[in-house]
């Protein structure tokens, strides 16, 4: 079991930056793949970036890459979500995941933070 909290949203302007945090507890962080998604309102969940057990494998969407860096700590047990450039496209709630096996798929994940909202201001 592993319990995922995130932080650092807020309101920015466009054109700022956020750093958002997801720290695990339990078991074998260090195991699992770390995804980020987002979900706009009245849209579906979108996938935004992943990152594999051992960081070595990095994925991102289309819509961010240039834009955030994922990156995680295994000894912090958290994964991070770097976020430059920001425009009012990417207002959201963002989450982040775990598996054991999945990659850009939200229905393969095992666990999900309850979110962190992210508000980009014209």
């Known amino acids: 079991q592993v319990q995922l909290v995130e932080s650092g949203g807020g309101l920015v302007q466009a054109g700022g930056s956020l750093r958002l945090s997801c720290a695990a507890s339990?078991?074998?962080?260090?195991?699992?793949?770390m995804g980020w998604f987002r979900q706009a309102p009245g849209k579906e969940r979108e996938f935004v970036a992943v990152?594999?057990?051992?960081?070595?494998?990095?994925a991102y969407a289309d819509s961010v890459k240039g834009r955030f860096t994922i990156s995680r700590d295994n000894a912090k047990n958290t994964v991070y979500l770097q976020m430059n450039g920001l425009t009012p496209e990417y207002t959201a709630d963002y989450y982040c995941?775990?598996?054991?096996?999945?990659?850009?798929?939200?229905?393969?994940?095992?666990?999900w933070g309850q979110g962190t909202q992210v508000t980009v201001s014209s």
């Open positions: 990152i594999s057990w051992s960081g070595l494998r990095i």
């Open positions: 339990g078991r074998a962080f260090s195991t699992y793949v």
């Open positions: 995941a775990a598996a054991n096996r999945a990659w850009t798929d939200h229905g393969n994940y095992d666990y």
